[in-house]
């Protein structure tokens, strides 16, 4: 179980360090706002599964109710109500700026998810981690 969770570490650490690259110098318009977006429910899943390590197959579903919740935080602009605008890291941290094709990527990301989630429960994808 403890290889279990370092394995899931370092693709969380991995897939932070690409996705803060994306976020610094990726200026397009395909792989920063959807491909990033995507990114960030698998980077979160990865965590969430750090400190869940037991196939728990709801994991996919509840990031994305997270996801989506935090977006639609940003549709009622809840980075100006905290007066933290000026604030670039949180202001990107925290997002700004609501966009329903956001949720869809979320969405996508987290169907993934759930079928990656299906093919472990099922035994069909296991994760080689040896005692």
């Not at 179980?1 to 996705?19: A, D, N, P, V």
Request: proline share 2%.
């Amino acid at each position: 179980m403890k290889k279990q969770r370092i394995k899931y570490l370092i693709i969380f650490t991995i897939l932070l360090c690409i996705e803060i690259l994306i976020a610094i110098c990726v200026h397009d318009t395909f792989i920063r706002p959807y491909v990033g977006d995507l990114l960030v429910v698998v980077v979160l899943y990865c965590i969430v599964r750090v400190i869940i390590p037991d196939k728990y197959r709801l994991i996919p579903l509840w990031i994305f109710v997270s996801a989506a919740f935090i977006e639609c935080l940003q549709y009622l602009k809840w980075v100006e109500r905290l007066g933290i605008e000026n604030n670039a890291f949180l202001r990107i941290l925290m997002g700004a700026t609501f966009d329903w094709k956001d949720i869809v990527c979320y969405g996508i990301g987290c169907i993934l998810l759930g079928i990656y989630e299906w093919l472990i429960q099922k035994g069909i994808v296991r994760l080689r981690v040896k005692d």
